[in-house]
Structures are given as C-alpha cells and as structure tokens.
Nanobody, 124 residues
Framework: QVQLVESGGALVQAGSSLRLSCVAS????????LGWFRQAPGKEREFVAA????????YYTDSVKGRFAISRDIAKNTLYLQMNSLKPEDTAVYYC?????????????????WGQGTQVTVSS
C-alpha cells in the first residue's frame, strides 16, 4: 500500500522558518515527479512547488519563489519543503503528492498519490 506521510507543520510567527517532510512508503517513486500543494480555509487546493525525481528541475508558484525550496532525499524516500520568511497568507494545510507527470503537478492537477496533510499556521 502506497503511503505519503507529511510532518513538520506548526504554529509559527511571521518571518519564521519551517521544514516540512513527506516520507513515501509502499513503492519507489523513481521517475515520478513530487510536489507540494496547500489548501487554506475556504479556498481551493493550490500548487506550491514540484521537483522531478532526478532533481534536475524544480518549479514554484510565484508567491513562494525566493522563500521556499523543494528537495528530495532518494535514499530516504523523503520529500522536503523548506519554508523561509513565512507570511500569514502561507497558513494552510500542506499536502505532498506524487505523479508520473511533472507537468500535471505544475498545472495544478491532482497527482496519483496524496498524503493526509500537515497544518502550517503563521501568526502576524
């Protein structure tokens, strides 16, 4: 059974940093694209960042460029999202996802696999 399990969410003040982790189990994601989405209260789930399994390409939504960094550790089958200079508008549940297509994630479409999410709350 494929599982994606996120962790690292917390309540922090604006300007703080957090690192989210997503551990994958049940299969190898070699060749897949991995990504992070988020959903704020009352809003639709939106794309945040994506990375090819090779690590050769990353892509970010404009609102997080220069502040967030996506990475993965192949040996640990783990995806990360380093979030710096957090803002109240970054408050959301953050989900990791995996899909065979990098363009699917970048286009904001649902991936093949999803985690349950981790809550990030940024206070002003």
């Amino acid at each position: 059974q494929v599982q994606l399990v996120e962790s690292g969410g917390a309540l922090v003040q604006a300007g703080s940093s957090l690192r989210l982790s997503c551990v994958a189990s049940g299969r190898t994601f070699s060749g897949y694209a991995l990504g992070w989405f988020r959903q704020a209260p009352g809003k639709e789930r939106e794309f945040v960042a994506a990375i090819r399994w090779s690590g050769s390409t990353t892509y970010y939504t404009d609102s997080v460029k220069g502040r967030f960094a996506i990475s993965r550790d192949i040996a640990k089958n783990t995806l990360y999202l380093q979030m710096n200079s957090l803002k109240p508008e970054d408050t959301a549940v953050y989900y990791c996802t995996a899909d065979r297509s990098f363009s699917t994630l970048v286009a904001g479409r649902r991936g093949d696999y999803w985690g349950q999410g981790t809550q990030v709350t940024v206070s002003s």
